[in-house]
């Protein structure tokens, strides 16, 4: 089976480093993607892990740990434009997302 | 715009119609997926296509569910005799499918509505 658990909304201030969590069980487990998506919009992609450390592509970095079925996305420098869902995705025997983390950026 | 196109953007239907939606991916995207999406959680897969063939079927994925792509190219999904549960989202995603490309690019979505 596959579950995949990510904190429901979280609140951080403009120009803060905010980390969102994922733990996962997935069989057959291949990756882990980052989707970010604003109200009304489709997701878009945002990282990729399939071995343990971390990835950084900007402001945005991804861990990923696979013995311990977890992995974190880091966003420093916190912009207004930031505040959307961020979706962790498992890419195993099928493909599953967790259900967001609503990410609110206070001025 | 990513690439991925769907149609239509908005579908209101009344319990029991039928309704089918169209999705065009990127021409030289091999795979393509659907998912469903409700407020407030993440999308659920529903089914996904290698080229012509239906790879993999959720079980949330009814007997009123069928998609095809019959060509390899688009994709439709329809929902036969239609229930107030079925109002959601209905997103669809395309990727090359190779070991190196691994970028869901999703499209903007059809929102069903269902009275």
């Known amino acids: 089976g596959q579950n995949i658990d990510q904190p429901t909304e979280m609140t951080a201030t403009e120009g803060a480093i905010v980390q969102i969590n994922c733990t996962y069980q997935?069989?057959?487990?291949?990756?882990l993607f980052w989707y970010q998506q604003h109200a009304g919009e489709a997701p878009t992609f945002l990282s990729y892990?399939?071995?343990?450390g971390l990835e950084e592509k900007g402001r945005f970095s991804s861990f990923l740990s696979r013995s311990k079925g977890y992995s974190y996305l880091l966003l420093k420098e916190l912009q207004m434009k930031d505040s959307a869902s961020y979706l962790c995705?498992?890419?195993?025997?099928?493909?599953?997302f967790g259900p967001g983390t609503r990410l609110s950026v206070l001025p | 715009d990513t690439g991925v196109s769907q149609d239509p953007r908005h579908k209101i239907t009344k319990r029991g119609q039928n309704v089918t939606f169209r999705c065009d991916p990127i021409s030289e995207h091999n795979r393509l997926y659907w998912y469903r999406q409700t407020l407030g959680q993440g999308p659920e897969f529903l089914t996904y296509f290698q080229n012509e063939a239906q790879l993999e079927k959720s079980r949330l994925l009814s007997d009123r569910f069928s998609a095809e792509r019959p060509k390899g190219s688009f994709s439709t999904l329809e929902i036969q005799r239609t229930e107030q549960g079925d109002s959601a989202m209905y997103l669809c995603?395309?990727?090359?499918?190779?070991?190196?490309?691994?970028?869901?690019?999703f499209g903007p979505g059809t929102r069903l509505t269902v009275t």
């Open positions: 995705a498992s890419e195993g025997q099928n493909f599953v």
């Open positions: 997935t069989s057959g487990f291949n990756g």
């Open positions: 892990n399939v071995l343990d």
């Open positions: 995603a395309s990727t090359l499918g190779g070991s190196s490309d691994y970028e869901q690019y």
